[in-house]
């Protein structure tokens, strides 16, 4: 089964590059780029159907400026994948009660973990 959204319309099998959405309120049906997810109240269509496409009677149809050609991630997108890859490798930094939080005296450590005396 393949990921790649589908053109809503039932004979075609070409991929999908916009959303048509209906404003009922408006009586106007919104043809912009491809959703980031499916939603169930639009319909992806592909550049075929979405050229065709013609609403009902007394309605208007908004078509937003899309760009069909897939450019992949922008620039803006790859810097922010970086910066986010370079916060989760940040090691954390752990938290040491204040001294004054502490009880007791350290007496000795063993790897990570510290000896304490009562006093």
């Known amino acids: 089964m393949s990921l790649a959204r589908r053109c809503s319309r039932t004979p075609c099998g070409r991929p999908a590059v916009q959303t048509l959405t209906y404003v009922y309120a ?10 980031t997810f499916a939603e169930p109240h639009a319909y992806d269509l592909c550049a075929t159907h979405g050229e065709r496409l013609s609403a009902p009677r007394g309605w208007e149809v908004l078509r937003l400026a899309t760009d069909l050609s897939d450019r992949g991630p ?11 890859v370079r916060e989760a490798a940040r090691p954390l930094t752990p938290e040491r009660p204040a ?3 502490e ?3 350290e007496t000795a450590r063993r790897g990570h973990l510290r000896v304490l005396s009562p006093e």
């Not at 922008?74 to 986010?84: G, K, N, Q, V, Y």
């Open 99 to 101: 001294p004054h939080e």
């Open 74 to 84: 922008s620039e803006d997108d790859l810097l922010a994948l970086a910066d986010a």
């Open 26 to 35: 408006d009586q106007t049906a919104v043809l912009g780029p491809l959703a």
């Open 103 to 105: 009880s007791g005296h």
